[in-house]
């Protein structure tokens, strides 16, 4: 049995049949529409003909205008909602970062507030052990000579007034400065002019400090001199003339007005105070 596939239209062709099938629709509606006016007698028909298309044509016009004010309409929408879109992510944003912002805030104020405690505690360990530093300081002042006791004396003073309003850090630096410069006299030889009561009279004096265990004084004729040392109540003193020339040479080489050399005073502690 023979087939015969059927022949192959050319695309061409169909669009042309297509064409002129809408062309030949398009003029039969074309005539429809005014062969009504064309055949009537009564012009009335072609009128109300003619006001229907009218009417036709401006409701399209005006599906068309509200089809496009709708397009502007939803663009103008979609757009807002971008932006409410943005907006809304950057509050999100926003509000992560205020969160963030909040606990790193209190993580530093609970920081703050252990420091702060961890300060007051301190503190009250400072003034439980300053106190007692203080007390066992206190009664060796008296002991300093007046040369050392001349460069700490507004803290001597506050010392010995011992207020216990004083501010902590104040007492800690008064402390501080009195033990550091006792500390160097006593490492060191000092040498000082005194003014001291001796057999009635008031005479001027060279005293050479061994640091805070020794002294040797002279006078400026020579004919009074002896030795100190530190006690309890105070430096004592032990006349010795017969040292007056070793401890006036010794005086001169500490302050270079001699050649260096050794020279020999005597040990001792003040058991026998003359003044």
């Known amino acids: 049995m023979r087939h015969d596939r059927p022949p192959a239209i050319d695309p061409l062709s169909r669009f042309s049949r297509r064409f002129r099938l809408r062309s030949g629709l398009a003029c039969l509606l074309a005539a429809t529409a005014l062969s009504i006016p064309l055949h009537a007698e009564d012009p009335a028909p072609a009128a109300a003909v003619q006001a229907k ?12 205008a509200e089809k496009a004010g709708w397009e502007t309409e939803k663009q103008t929408l979609t757009d807002l909602n971008e932006i409410r879109k943005s907006e809304i992510g950057k509050l999100d944003e926003f509000i992560r970062l205020a969160e ?3 606990k790193e805030l209190d993580e530093k104020r609970q920081s703050f507030a252990k420091e702060e405690e961890d300060m007051k505690q301190w503190r009250r360990d400072l003034e439980q052990r300053l106190a007692p530093l203080e007390n066992e300081i206190r009664p060796l002042v008296k002991l300093f000579p007046l040369a050392l006791r001349e460069k700490v004396e507004e803290a001597t003073i506050r010392l010995e007034e011992n207020d216990p309003e004083a501010p902590l850090q104040s007492r800690m630096r008064d402390l501080l400065a009195i033990v550091q410069a006792a500390l160097d006299f006593h490492r060191s030889l000092s040498w000082d002019n005194e003014i001291r009561e001796i057999d009635g009279e008031r005479r001027e004096i060279g005293v050479l400090y061994l640091g805070l265990t020794q002294a040797y004084y002279v006078d400026q004729s020579g004919k009074y001199a002896g030795y100190g040392s530190p006690t309890p109540d105070g430096w004592k003193w032990v006349a010795a003339p017969e040292i007056a020339s070793s401890v006036r040479l010794a005086i001169d080489v500490f302050r270079t007005n001699v050649p260096p050399r050794f020279v020999t005073l005597p040990l001792g502690h003040a058991t026998n105070p003359s003044n």
């Open 53 to 64: 298309v009218s009417e036709w044509i401006k409701t399209l016009q005006l599906i068309s």
């Open 100 to 102: 963030d912002r909040v």
